[in-house]
């Protein structure tokens, strides 16, 4: 009898092993994915992004805390218990960054066009824990009234920009949490 079971019990594991990589596979490229779209975002000034943060870390810290202390399987004792609130927290934080990114890329009220002042950096914006980008570019957002600095490097520059171009033309999706850049180009102002 023990035979009969022993390949619906494989496959079951089989099963539950994909489904898991399935969606840790799909987590990880989710914040890669709001990881490149919060370069190009700029939020408001009033947007409550590490209260947000914070808080979605204790309340997922919490649900894994009561969900772990009524498990039977579980080890009850206090080490046990505060090391499922910490995984949960720091699941619910991690996954809670560049929120506000993803929702002014994904839900713009409308896309304007406008001219900005700029300036150019040398070094650019850090990339990473071992680099900065060839040159950065600081663009002034007219949604929100501040300033982003943009990664780019000196061959696009020199191919772009012409001597006595003073401005940029920007093209941004906005709403009422900030705006994402969505392309700029140098122009005679």
Known sequence: MGKNNYPENKYRKWFSTAITYLITGGL??????ASAISHYT???????????Y???GIIT????????????????TLKSLLNAFTGGFCLGF????????????LFPDKVISYESEYDVV????SRGKYGHCEAGLWLKDQNTSRWIQLCTNKEFLRSHHKQGMTGVWVTARVNKIGSYIVKYEFIYM
Do not use: H, K
């Open 94 to 105: 991690i996954l809670s960054l560049n929120c506000y990114d993803v929702c002014v890329y």
């Open 61 to 76: 810290g919490s649900l894994s805390f009561i969900y772990a202390f009524y498990i039977r399987t579980f080890n009850r």
């Open 54 to 56: 914070f808080c979605t």
């Open 42 to 52: 700029v939020l408001q000034n009033t947007v409550p992004e590490w209260t947000t």
């Open 122 to 125: 040398f070094p650019g914006p």
């Open 28 to 33: 990880c490229w989710y914040m890669l994915w």
